[in-house]
């Protein structure tokens, strides 16, 4: 590991101007869980760490008029214990379904949606692209935990967020502060992930000297379902191959509109607006269920070893859609 300014400031403001500094190579700490792995390994060189945790207003669930902010360093304990955000059932199936203990009692809902790619390339030393002398080695290597969407640029890894898909699904946004100490931006979630072009840019659109401050969710209204899915390996870490979530708005049975959002399949969260075209104007049942997988599957483009994401994609979808209309045990 190489040495690094360790700074641990007390509010958002003095965090953003700790994290301007060393022309933004500097790297912010919230839980841990993944950061000090890419330390210890070099695969992230930050001359400074800012360590959020000490940030008071970066904790906890607060009601607003409108539905409820939840702070970025809320861990996923927090998210399965907090009475304020178990009518938001499927973000506490997320953290629910993250069973390593130091994650779920260290890992937070700000360092989910800021985690860098769990692609082994990255994680080897080969740069956000998986890239060797200007060539990909994820095209012609192993990729069959790789992108089956959004892969036919230079970036074939797949965003890791686990919160994202359900987060987007219920139409949630992001608190953003800096990289004035004192400016802040409220963004939809889905404008948060990019697909970088370059091993120099972000899988966000976070620019140095700007942290996640909060997630807002709206309030939960009943006429709405929400669902999700994961397709999983049954050895190892329990990082879904492909996952969906789903918010289901309906009238007398009949799908009114939807989001659909695949997770674990594209660099970013994947909204797939075929899959909801399918369904409005139709009940959910086991055929509708099927035809929007289908549709939410038939513009992927795999690699050579992942033609077997698709199948579990489609899965994913379409028993999402099946809990969401109360078709499938939850
Ligand atoms: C061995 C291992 C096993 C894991 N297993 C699982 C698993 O089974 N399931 C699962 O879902 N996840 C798993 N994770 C992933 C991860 O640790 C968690 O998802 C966790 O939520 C990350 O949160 P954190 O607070 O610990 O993030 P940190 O490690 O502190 O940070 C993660 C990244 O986000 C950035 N960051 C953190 N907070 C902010 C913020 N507020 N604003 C801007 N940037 C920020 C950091 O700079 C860093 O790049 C695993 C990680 C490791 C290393």
């Given at each position: 590991m190489r040495p690094f300014e360790y700074a641990n400031p007390r509010s958002e403001a003095e965090a953003v101007e700790l994290l301007n500094a060393h022309d933004g190579h500097t790297a912010v700490l919230a839980g841990g869980t993944d950061l000090f792995n890419l330390l210890q390994r070099d695969i992230v060189t930050p001359q400074r760490v800012v360590d959020?945790?000490?940030?008071?207003?970066?904790?906890g669930v607060t009601p607003v008029s409108d539905g409820v902010l939840v702070g970025a360093l809320t861990t996923l304990d927090d998210i399965l214990s907090e009475p304020m955000l178990q009518d938001y059932a499927s973000l506490v199936q997320v953290a629910d379904a993250v069973h390593a203990i130091q994650v779920r009692s260290n890992g937070t809902l700000g360092g989910d949606l800021c985690l860098l790619p769990n692609c082994w390339y990255f994680r080897n030393g080969y740069g956000l692209l998986g890239q060797e002398d200007g060539h990909s080695l994820v095209a012609e290597g192993?990729?069959?935990?790789?992108?089956?969407?959004?892969?036919?640029?230079p970036a074939k890894f797949v965003?890791?967020?686990?919160?994202a898909p359900a987060l987007i699904a219920w139409g949630a946004k992001v608190r953003i502060v800096g990289p004035e100490p004192n400016q802040v931006s409220m963004l939809?979630?889905?404008?948060?992930?990019v697909t970088p072009?370059?091993?120099?840019?972000?899988?966000?659109?976070?620019?140095?000297?700007q942290i996640v401050t909060h997630s807002w969710l709206p309030t939960a209204a009943h006429h709405i379902t929400r669902a999700r899915s994961d397709v999983l390996q049954?050895?190892?870490?329990?990082?879904?191959?492909a996952a969906a979530s789903v918010c289901v708005e309906s009238s007398a049975g009949i799908v009114k509109d939807a989001r659909i959002v695949l997770g674990q399949v594209a660099p970013t969260p994947w909204s797939s607006f075929d899959a909801v075209a399918t369904l409005v104007?139709?009940?959910?049942t086991e055929a509708t269920a099927q035809a929007a997988g289908d549709a939410a599957v038939a513009k992927a483009t795999p690699l050579s070893d992942n033609e077997y994401k698709v199948q579990l994609a489609r899965t994913a979808v379409k028993r999402a859609l099946l809990r969401a209309a109360g078709q499938l045990p939850t």
């Open positions: 959020i945790k000490n940030i008071e207003s970066l904790r192993r990729n069959d935990n790789h992108a089956i969407f959004g892969n036919r640029g965003s890791a967020s686990r919160f939809p979630l889905e404008y948060f992930f072009k370059t091993s120099e840019q972000n899988v966000t659109v976070l620019q140095p000297g049954l050895e190892g870490l329990d990082w879904p191959l104007g139709k009940e959910i």
